[in-house]
């Protein structure tokens, strides 16, 4: 049963399960999380990671990528281009299920809730302030800085001998922290195509109370930004022999 794809499913939907279920904690009214705030969410996606990534692990996915920016990242780093047929489906997929758990997990919560923005927000990103060529640069920064920085720990010219055993996932962890942190204030850190496709998909076709629209008109920006950040924080990975 364990496999690559078995296991990018599985790591994409506890990421997703517990990354949207933060923020639909913070959002949705009457959750005791209500109003917790941006560290909340921040906080509760670095961990989502790092369970994530574990139960990828566990499943038969040792790259653990959850992310089809890492992903295209490690083909444009290593020309080899193999993964992406089949870790890219499962990510997507893992990302839908892990949104509609979170669907389920407040269900009483959506109908309660009057602002469609809101509930949108716990499922996909949108921008503070909508702006493409803006947003879509941040999401270039942001995903740049997550491949360049994930690919730092995992070099040896950082980790002579590589990071010890399990540790390196509490560091990604800290990693996606940070991003949220200091830049995720202007777009929501998509920084994975996944997280926000696969989502938004569920979004548009669950019967959510009062939801409003999935706002397609963005959806491009958190797809293709992540993957030019991608793309140009592999090549800079492979100009340094990283």
Known sequence: MRSP????????????LLGNGVVAGAVLKRSKSENSGWMVIATGWGFAVLC???VAILC??????????????????TGNFGKISSYIPAQ????????????????????????PAAKQAAF?????????????????????????????????????SGAAAGF??????????????????????????????GPRVAHAVLPIAGKGTSNWDYALIPILGPCAGAILAGLLLRALGA
């Open 5 to 16: 794809f078995f296991g990018e499913f599985m790591g994409t939907l506890v990421l997703i």
């Open 52 to 54: 994530g990534i574990f």
């Open 60 to 77: 038969g996915s040792p790259d653990a990528h959850l992310n089809p920016a890492i992903t295209l990242a490690a083909a444009v780093q």
């Open 92 to 115: 997507m997929l893992g990302a839908f299920v892990g949104a509609a758990l979170v669907w389920l997990h407040y269900f009483p919560h959506w109908e309660i809730t009057e602002d």
């Open 124 to 160: 996909c990103t949108a921008p503070a302030i909508p702006n493409p060529i803006a947003n879509f640069f941040s999401e270039v920064v942001g995903t740049a800085v997550l491949v360049l920085v994930a690919g730092a720990l995992g070099s040896k010219l950082v980790f002579s």
């Open 168 to 197: 390196a996932p509490y560091l990604v962890s800290c990693l996606v922290w940070s991003i949220g942190l200091s830049l995720g204030g202007t777009t929501g850190y998509a920084i994975n195509p996944a997280r926000d496709f």
